[in-house]
């Protein structure tokens, strides 16, 4: 599919190779979560190695993630299982030899991170392996509800150790280089915005999702959908943007964070009621609190809309309290900031946006469409996840795709000549950035459009004003150049949410978590297919 984007420019920033710092690596990464990382442990230790964040080290959704990642652990659990478990949640849209390879590799990869320091919890010596929606065993590694925080910790140490690999904080990619078709590395913003030319072998891209599109979501600021906008812009294929998964209790409290309450807690049996205590999954699923993800979802957002109150609440009164603060303390000490008793009181929820589903093409081995770019992690559609990704399989998939992605990038590397030149590229001024903009208002509207017509659940004209409105602000927002992180990251939220309602009108069906009230319906035989979209190759300014 070629979207009709004639407002996109190849680049955001004006830059001219005469006028800025050059730098040289063997191997660049865009992204410091857990795929960004565990690319660069895999890279030949006689490789120079850069890796970039936009923010600090542990600001990324890896060291957000609370529930755990998935692998066959149990003697009496099977690969087949896992497999089996993961084709159902995603809706026709697996791609089935991606998952096996997944499925199969993730006892390696989960082993890996105990070498290198993961504690994670046990029973009797043992790994304690929990479960969660859609998986039909235990098998879910967890570290209390602070898995992710608990895997940064030790992949962040691990990649310390390497000599060969530099990280850059506080250093933003404003877009990948490339010359007839080639990624050539990056420019990248430091200090005091100033951008530089980063050089490099073979870039990997490892930016995670786009959560900060929405008003309501679990993901953390950095989230914003950079990597998938600027592989876009050069060229990359980009896939399955309908697919947002939304996580059905976000805790919904004025001055809170939006965070996000793991479904474990229903896993141990918490019930969801209305603003008048009733208890109403049953009205809508007979699995009650424990459907899928998107079906509780959905049932929230009627039930809010049926008793038109801005909420539903988890309860949790009839668990033992002392157990409810052992097994989440997390959530008992962000509850406690707000005055809630997590095991007493009833605690304000609404879905919000968690998990980018869709984004940039890749291969068994993290191959873009791009010469020269790889990309793993959320920031990919790798197949492993269709339509609806299985609760914690994304953690999984960071690691096995950021090995592979960063096995590949390395090979690539050794296997090319050692040469200190760039290319004849540059971006000719063509407008200011200015002053007139209000930047956090058009974000924040963008984020409330975003919310309420393309969420959880979405029809044809709300999706259609939506576009036109989106279509608007790009007129005067992706002509300018500006010179800021602010400026960058509105005109790639905007340039995502764009290609995410055409390819939610364009879908004209119910699949995974993509849900059209107009087309209610699967329909395999028009449907059953990828949306892709590439950039027009002549659409430059
Ligand atoms: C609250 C929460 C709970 C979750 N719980 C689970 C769970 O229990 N199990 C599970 O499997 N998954 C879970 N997930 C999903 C999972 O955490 C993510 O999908 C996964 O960690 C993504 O890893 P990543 O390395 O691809 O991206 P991230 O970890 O998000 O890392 C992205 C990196 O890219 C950098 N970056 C972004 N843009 C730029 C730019 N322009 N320039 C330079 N750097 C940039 C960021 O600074 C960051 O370092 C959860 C997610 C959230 C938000």
Not at 23 to 29: N, Q, Y
Not at 325 to 346: K, M, N, Y
Not at 438 to 454: A, E, P, Q, Y
Not at 471 to 483: I, K, P
Request: with cysteine; charged share 20%; glycine share 10%.
């Amino acid at each position: 599919m070629t979207a009709p984007t004639h407002t996109i420019p190849r680049y955001l920033s004006a830059f001219h190779p005469k006028q800025l710092a050059h730098h040289f690596v063997d191997v660049l990464i865009i992204g410091g979560g857990l795929a960004g990382l565990r690319a660069a442990i895999e890279i030949d230790a006689g490789l120079s190695t850069l890796v970039v964040t936009k923010d600090k080290l542990p600001q990324s959704s890896s060291a957000y993630a609370q529930g755990g990642i998935a692998g066959v652990m149990d003697p009496t659990d099977r690969f087949e299982d896992h497999v089996a478990d993961t084709l159902r949640a995603g809706g026709g849209l697996c791609d089935e030899q991606i998952v096996k390879m997944v499925v199969h590799e993730a006892p390696q990869r989960i082993d890996e991170l105990i070498r290198w320091g993961a504690d994670f919890d046990k029973v009797a010596g043992e790994l304690s392996l929990g479960r969660e929606g859609g998986h039909s065993h235990d098998r879910i590694v967890h570290s209390v509800d602070a898995t992710g925080r608990e895997i940064m910790k030790a992949v962040i140490h691990w990649t310390d150790r390497l000599p060969n690999v530099r990280i850059w904080e506080d250093a933003f990619t404003v877009d990948i280089l490339s010359a007839d078709g080639t990624c050539l590395g990056a420019l990248v913003a430091q200090q005091a915005n100033v951008c530089s030319l980063v050089w490099a072998k073979q870039t990997i891209l490892c930016t995670g999702g786009a959560g900060q599109v929405y008003r309501e979501t679990s993901n953390p600021d950095v989230a914003t959908g950079d990597g998938l906008a600027l592989a876009y812009r050069a060229g990359a294929e980009i896939r399955d943007m309908e697919f947002m998964q939304f996580h059905p209790t976000m805790l919904y409290v004025a001055g809170s964070n939006r965070t996000l309450i793991t479904e474990a807690i229903r896993g141990e049996g918490a019930h969801l009621v209305d603003c008048h205590g009733h208890r109403f999954m049953g009205d809508y699923d007979e699995r009650m609190e424990l459907a899928p993800r998107d079906v509780v979802s959905q049932a929230i957002v009627a039930q809010m809309d049926k008793t038109r109150h801005p909420s539903v609440y988890l309860d949790l009164s009839q668990l033992a309290a002392e157990h409810v603060h052992v097994r989440f303390p997390g959530i008992t000490a962000t509850c406690a900031e707000f005055g809630l008793d997590v095991a007493a009181d009833l605690i304000p929820v609404r879905p919000g946006a968690h998990y980018f589903i869709g984004g940039v093409t890749v291969d068994a081995q993290g191959r873009t469409t791009v010469p020269g770019l790889w990309a793993a992690g959320e920031v990919t559609s790798s197949g492993l996840h269709g339509a609806n990704r299985l609760a914690s399989n994304s953690l999984l998939e960071g690691m096995v795709f950021g090995a592979h992605a960063g096995r590949g990038a390395s090979q690539a590397a050794l296997d090319m000549p050692d040469r200190f030149e760039g290319a004849a590229i540059l971006s000719p001024v063509v407008a200011d950035g200015g002053d007139q903009l209000n930047l956090g208002d058009i974000r924040n509207t963008l984020k409330s459009l975003m919310w309420r017509f393309v969420g959880v659940r979405r029809e044809r004209d709300s999706l259609v004003s939506a576009l036109g409105t989106i279509e608007g602000w790009c007129q005067y927002v992706l002509s300018r150049q500006f010179r800021e992180p602010a400026g960058w990251e509105l005109q790639n939220m905007l340039t995502v949410a764009k290609l995410m309602i055409e390819a939610a009108l364009a879908r004209q069906e119910t699949r995974g978590v993509h849900q059209r009230a107009d087309f209610p319906n699967t329909d395999d035989p028009h449907w059953r297919r990828h949306l892709a979209f590439v950039r027009p190759a002549d659409d430059s300014c």
